[in-house]
């Protein structure tokens, strides 16, 4: 694996994050969204829609988002892909479920991660439990 790969991916991260929590700040959820680097490294944010219905599920949007991106990985338009959402997952410190952000991510350069940013909302603001991540499904630049 490439070791600037890595370091690709957490940048595309980090420029991503502040819109979920911007979004979970303002109406405590949000719609699945995803994002790229270029291959000159600017950074696009992309959102999904489904014209079948005003309250699309988020599996659906989820696949929409990998398609796009994937469809842009095969044509050498992206260096890097992410998909964000909204999720309930087992918490690794107990044996509860909790709310996260996750955060799967796929680079050119081998490295595929999914990670997870468990929160609460406290008076709109959102308090961070520890973050965790595990290995990602390679989905994009398969």
Do not use: W
Not at 14 to 43: C, S, V
Not at 82 to 98: H, T
């Amino acid at each position: 694996m490439d070791a600037n790969a890595k370091q690709e991916s957490e940048r595309l991260i980090n420029a991503l994050l502040p819109l979920a929590e911007k979004m979970l700040r303002q109406y405590g959820e949000f719609y699945p969204f995803g994002g790229y680097i270029k291959p000159d490294g600017n950074i696009v944010e992309m959102g999904a829609d489904d014209p079948d219905t005003e309250k699309p599920k988020s599996k659906d949007l989820i696949y929409i988002l990998r398609t796009s991106l994937q469809d842009l990985a095969r044509n050498h338009k992206v260096r890097a892909a992410a998909i964000i959402f909204d999720v309930a997952v087992a918490l690794p410190v107990s044996d509860r479920k909790g709310d996260a952000i996750q955060i799967c991510v796929d680079h050119v350069g081998g490295y595929s991660a999914e990670v997870f940013f468990p929160y609460g909302l406290v008076d709109d603001e959102i308090v961070y439990g520890e973050t965790f991540a595990q290995e990602g499904k390679h989905e994009i630049f398969a």
